[in-house]
């Protein structure tokens, strides 16, 4: 297997793993809204559906993206794919 | 003062700026209290607001291709942030999304979700990639990935329906805005609005646009935030609202449970005017089944992925990693609000609703209600009504009607803050709608100006000609906006919403399969577009002249239908016709490493 396409396999599997968190707490979580709701967790006090709505979910994306931003990065400069100086 | 490059001085520059906005508040707020007109002080907000816009969109004119469509590639990551953030949370997000909350609860919040949970898909799918391409706008990956005028202009056709349909939302809103503030006629306020984007955005096309994006995100910001931590801290539910407001939730549902959700009669309604609702669903509780809530986020988060005035953000960057990153960046800006509008709809619900605050006026009479000042201020301007359906003098929970809109706009008052904090608001939600309408109206004119102009009708035209087209057809299609947002059609939420299913029906599959499946050609891309496009579209028409729909898809949530058909039918046009050549193959080869030149530069 060529270079490029070991960068592109690992690339892609970082691609499923961050889609499979995606969709966890972007659409799986929610299929249980109302069993979520009544658990005893309450995250600063909140019922545990409402808290994902207004915070939970939104901020796991935001660590999520710069998560994968940072394994994306690793993965490029592994395969000397970086960007170099000069690159336009 | 300031040496050297602008770039590099970033910081320095809207730090300045920054101090020199929170001098202006006080000086305001000391202006209100040595007897300043409320009226005086929201037109000084706007107004002093958009003319700094203004400046900054004519400090950044420039007369190159490079500066005009991708702001010369050089903007570093946080401030693409910040303008990616003011490009993306439109009136919408500024003015109704809190108001939607408050009346709708958790089946509302499903646009939280929606709307930021799009951006994950923007990072890992598209935003890296299309960086790497180096295109110009997005019917330019497009139409040099898949080849073909044909495959060009469907996407230039999908990219119109979607951003005219929202910004004739975002015209609306500056209008409503300036209307209100300035004391003029819609009619008219509409085009003042128009008049101060086309300010930001024409001398400059894509580097004005960025600058006034980052100055118009820091008022919106600081516009949303201030009022929701000092409303909290007034209400005593705490200093930092996000963490705190768990009693005020269940106070609210307490409430919700003593009053009971009493149904009117259509007659009794039929009073109430019109755009006004009462509270009706339960405040936290999961009042929407899943796939109502599912069906809505997905439409949302594959929209986001595939609207072109948020895509072409990610041009300007200056290499492929910090295009990522700026993803991640954005998201946070945006986060800010977004976490923010339920704390604000929580605060001004329950200030209105528990009878144990001095704000709350359930369980007032009716008299004393109709002799509050903000209830006659908010009620002369049609967001606020109250009406004795059963006669006994009192107000119940389901006699008290308010607008969307009065959530942002009128709970600093309810709540007892100066006015100085209204004026600010009204400031933060003309920023709010005008960044993203000159997005919007910057995408439509440079698709039409770069991809149907140059690459199809004159590719021979030289640049000082290729510039002027490019501005002739941003007033064109400001005008058109303009004239259409002037017949009021639909409101301003469903508007945005229609166009995250447009452009989700017709783009979505044909820019992510364009990089991630190497055997997508331009019959398969033509098909997706087109069928994706019109199936939507006959969707949403067959659901508004009644017709029942199916699976549960609604007017809102159509871009699922739009979307399946252009899938299904890129596919099987796809490999039913010839791959794509070896040349194809390998451009699609070089987006995939973010090392080297960019594809179009290598042409």
């Known amino acids: 297997m060529s270079k490029q ?19 966890v707490f972007s659409i799986g979580i929610f299929l249980f809204g109302a069993e979520m709701q009544e658990s005893s967790i309450k995250p600063f006090g909140y019922p545990l559906t409402y808290w994902f709505t207004c915070q939970g979910s939104l901020a796991i994306f935001v660590i999520l993206i710069f998560w994968f931003a940072g394994r994306q990065e690793k993965i490029d400069d592994e395969f000397g794919f970086s960007e170099r100086e000069g690159d336009k | 003062m300031i040496k050297g490059k602008f770039i590099d001085n970033l910081p ?21 209290q040595a007897g300043m007109s409320a009226k005086l002080i929201g037109i000084f907000f706007v ?51 809190a108001g939607g909350i408050y009346f709708k609860g958790y089946g509302y919040m499903a646009l939280l979700v929606g709307w ?32 073909g005028n044909l495959a060009r202009f469907s996407a230039v056709i999908v990219l119109t329906v979607a951003s005219f349909t929202y910004v004739t939302a975002q015209i609306n809103a500056t209008g409503t805005i300036a209307s209100v503030a300035l004391d003029i006629p819609f009619g008219i306020a509409v085009y003042v609005g128009l008049a101060s984007i086309l300010m930001c955005s024409m001398l400059g096309g894509m580097r004005a646009v960025t600058w006034t994006q980052v100055a118009q995100y820091i008022v919106l910001i600081i516009a949303y935030l201030l009022p929701v931590f000092w409303i909290s801290s007034k ?18 549902a307490e409430l919700e449970g003593q009053f009971g959700f009493v149904k009117n009669s259509a007659a009794d309604l039929a009073t109430v005017p019109k755009g006004l609702a009462g509270i009706t669903k339960a405040h936290s509780s999961v009042n929407a089944t899943p796939w109502a809530f599912i069906s809505l986020a997905v439409c949302m988060m594959a929209g986001t992925a595939s609207l072109p005035h948020v895509m072409m ?33 929580t605060l001004s619900k329950l200030s209105l609703i528990d009878p144990t605050l001095p704000t709350g006026i ?20 049609n967001l606020m009504f109250i009406s004795d359906f059963n006669g006994n003098g009192t107000l119940e929970l389901n006699e008290f009607f308010m607008g969307g809109k009065a959530v942002v706009l009128a709970t600093p008052e309810i709540a007892g803050l100066p006015y100085v904090i209204s004026g600010l608001v009204a400031a933060g939600g003309m920023a709010a709608a005008m960044s993203t309408a000159d997005g919007l109206v910057l995408a439509i004119s440079n698709a039409l100006s770069h991809d149907i102009y140059y690459k199809i009708i004159n590719p021979k035209a030289e640049t000082a000609k290729r510039l002027i087209v490019a501005r002739v057809l941003l007033v064109l299609i400001g005008f058109a906006g303009a004239t259409i947002a002037a017949l009021e059609i639909q409101g301003i939420l469903g508007s945005v919403i229609w166009a995250f299913d447009f452009a989700m029906s017709g783009l979505f599959f044909p820019l992510v399969l364009g990089v991630w499946w190497k055997r997508a050609n331009a019959p398969g891309a033509v098909a997706g577009m087109l069928l994706g496009l019109i199936s939507g579209t006959a969707y949403l028409i067959w659901v508004r002249s009644g017709g029942s729909g ?54």
């Open chain 2, 313 to 345: 953000r990610y041009f300007t960057t200056p290499s492929v990693r910090t295009a990522r990153r700026s993803v991640g960046w954005s998201l946070f800006f945006i986060f800010l609000l977004y976490s923010s509008a339920p704390m604000l709809a």
């Open chain 2, 550 to 603: 199916f699976l549960g898809i609604t007017q809102l949530t159509f871009g699922i239908v739009g979307a399946a058909v252009s899938l299904v039918s890129m596919i099987v046009v796809s490999l039913i016709t010839a791959a794509p050549d070896a040349a194809t193959q390998k451009m699609v080869d070089d987006v995939r490493v973010p090392s080297g030149k960019t594809v179009l530069a290598q042409k």
């Open chain 2, 362 to 381: 359930i369980g007032k009479t009716i008299a004393e209600v109709q002799a509050i000042d903000w209830y006659q201020n908010w009620n002369q301007a």
């Open chain 2, 116 to 147: 930021t949970g799009g951006y994950v898909l923007v990072a890992s799918l598209l935003a890296p990639y299309l960086r790497k391409f180096g295109c110009y706008t997005v019917p330019d990956f497009i139409g040099t990935r898949y080849g």
């Open chain 2, 12 to 32: 320095k520059v809207y730090g300045i700026y920054t101090g020199g906005f929170l001098v202006f508040i006080i000086l305001m707020a000391i202006a209100e």
């Open chain 2, 235 to 252: 209400l005593g539910a705490g200093f930092f609202p996000h963490f705190m407001l768990a009693d005020e939730v269940a106070r609210i």
């Open chain 1, 5 to 23: 396409e070991q960068h592109w396999e690992k690339t892609r599997n970082l691609l499923f793993i961050t889609l499979a968190i995606w969709f």
């Open chain 2, 47 to 97: 107004a002093f607001t958009v003319l700094i816009y203004a400046l900054i969109g004519w400090l950044s004119r420039t007369l190159q291709v490079d500066a005009y469509y991708v702001a010369g590639r050089q903007v570093p990551t946080v401030f693409n942030g910040m303008a990616t953030a003011a490009d993306w949370m439109s009136g919408a997000s500024f003015v109704a999304m």
